[in-house]
């Protein structure tokens, strides 16, 4: 086994006298004073050593930020290098004895650099030969603080660092003397075997012992060991998986170094040669550095996470490199359960169809988003039902989310007192609405009802006619003002494609963001514009906390590398309408499971909980949706086309894309995922009532 003092001792003390000439050599700046220019070389070298010896100093190497459920549960790792720290204790010998012999055998003597090595490529550059190396561990620490830490985002100073040239041997030479000074040899050999590259984005011995042989750094043995300790010297041509040849002469020269450096005898060297390289298969094996690596349940959180704290201030970069823990809302039973329930009402690879299912938790202090599902998963594979589009978080749903949008219209009604939820509201089969510049907007009602109807029928029953003129009563201004304030914030900042405005474009319905291109078009109660279905849900979560928004917070806490805990900015809560209000417009949305658009397929479920509820359908059944929510659960199911060519959406077992005449209802296709799940996550839960009307809400007050 390898003998880690015996090489300690083996080199003997380097003569005290050759450590102060060295020294010497390096403040003044230059090793190599004849012929070579030494006051500007030493100019150069001074200039620049003590700024940047600070950045050393201050500098943390990027670390593994790790994603978490609420139960402390990893769901995703993020990272731009893999990297796992280990301290200088954590690491086998085998390790340090193999790096030893084979980069820096007088590393445990020297000063914290190779006087003979340094003066022969003094020489050597100044007669015009190869520059040669001579760097000790201790300057390849410096090299690799620099390049992998303090400059990885700059490839112009990683450049500057890479040069072959005597200015940054001295450079680099000088910051390894002042390290030698400041730390001990065991902790400036953990710096470097922690911040060292072992190929792709492996950076440590920690990962690459994880990665390449699925254990940890004090547990690799000496073939393993030695195998790492060939890598550093070029991680490229000696990777095990590209050139397991090469990988393999390389991990034999170190063994023989440390037979010769006294670290393990002869008679072990020949056995350790004779084992295979033992990587693991299909390697180096890391996590996905982002959310695309997440479960299927968490990927569209996680995205919606990481998403979130940019907002907040974080950049991506501190994401990816920070060694945060993020703890998130996400329930881990709720995910699962949800997931299932939207993979068994569209399959993941159902051409054309997806379905997306988003809980946030009511509150007056917070909305706490409790899973983001789809039957898509994310990731970049198509054929496999992947996508890499947040489409529960975005407005990706660019069909819209039909007449559940008739929610803003009937609190708008209640607020400004234009009608009651006693209402009648004129409903004929059709009508002709005027606009601005047309000659009027002509809407049908699919099917019959009554006329008049009162609000609560028409809010379980969702008449065309009556929301429109209910709308046109009211005014768009008011409508779309309320959409925001009930949480479509993020949903009418876009433009009517579902992306950022285009000031550029001629066409307003893509130069102008949702909340102006309605200002004057009566069509937006009946939801067919672009619109995310977890403000959706949000909206949902409003009414259920009393008329209070809060954002959809997906974040329960950030704590750094040292764990403590660092604050997220977010919005406050607002209340944006009154108790009264929200109350009334629960009660009216109470009907829909029971006598409305959803009873159907409520009773097929042998549904039979109180709940609020509205179901959406778009003109061509593009999109079909259910928004409502029960016990402490808000929720959205939206079922839209998301392929390239989107067609009329069918019922079916599975739900499918098709010519099926009459097409998917809210209440016939996404309604039933929401029954499938609730009904397994509130089994055994005592019901919870649906607050009743507010009777001031009652009667139109204007």
Known sequence: MPNLDSVKRRRGVVPFAGLCVLAGILVAGTAAPVALGAGLLSNQVSDSVDAISAQLAAADPPLVTTVTDRDGTPIATLYAQYRLPVTAAGIATTVKAAIIAVEDRRFYTEGGVDLQGMLRAAVNDSTGGALQGASTITQQDVKNYLINVVDRNDPAAQQADREDSLARKLREAKMAVQLNETKSKDDILADYLNVVEFSGTVYGVGAAAKAYFGTTADKLTVPQAALLAGMVNNPTIYNPYAHPDKALQRRNLVIDDMVTNGSIPASYAATAKATPLGVLPNGPVTPSGTCLGAAPDAGFFCAYAESYLVHAGFTADQLATGGYTIKTTLDPRVSQVTKDAVDANVPTTQDGVANTFAVVQPGQDGHQVLAMVANRNYGTDPAQGETSTDIVADASNEFGAGSSF??????????????????????????????????????????????????????????????????????????????????????????????????????????????????????????????????????????????????????????????????????????????????????????????????????????????????????????????????????????????????????????????????????TVAAPPYFHAMSVLLAGVPDQPIPPADPAYLQARS
């Open 406 to 667: 008739k929610i803003f219209t009937s609190a708008a009604a209640l607020v400004t007192g234009k009608a009651g939820l006693d209402t009648p509201l004129p409903n004929p089969d059709s009508q002709c609405f005027p606009v601005p510049d047309a000659p009027c907007y002509t809407v049908h009602n699919d099917g019959h009802y009554a006329d008049p109807i009162t609000l609560a029928d028409g809010l379980a029953t969702s008449p065309n006619v009556a929301f429109v003129g209910l709308e046109s009563q009211v005014g768009m201004p008011a409508v779309l003002d309320m959409a925001a304030k009930l949480g479509l914030r993020n949903t009418l900042a876009t433009n009517d494609a579902g992306h950022a405005p285009d000031p550029k474009s001629g066409n307003p319905q893509y130069s102008r963001p949702q909340s102006q291109y309605f200002q004057n078009l009566l069509s937006f109660t009946l939801g067919n514009s672009p619109v995310s279905p977890l403000e959706m849900a949000n909206v949902s979560a409003t009414l259920m906390s009393g008329g209070v928004w809060c954002p959809p917070n997906p974040i329960l806490s950030v704590t750094d590398r040292n764990g403590t805990a660092v604050p997220v900015r977010q919005q406050a809560c607002e209340r944006v309408i009154p108790t009264g209000v929200a109350n009334t417009l629960e009660a009216g949305l109470s009907k829909d499971t029971t006598s409305g658009t959803s009873a159907e397929a409520a009773r097929a479920a042998g549904w039979t909980r109180p709940d609020i509820g509205k179901t959406g359908t778009t003109q061509q059944s593009e999109s079909v949706a259910f928004v409502g929510g029960v016990d402490g659960y808000a929720v959205s199911s939206m079922v839209f086309a998301d392929g390239p060519h989107p067609r009329e959406i069918c019922p079916g077992t599975p739900v499918h894309l098709g010519n099926c005449g009459h097409g998917a209802f809210g209440g």
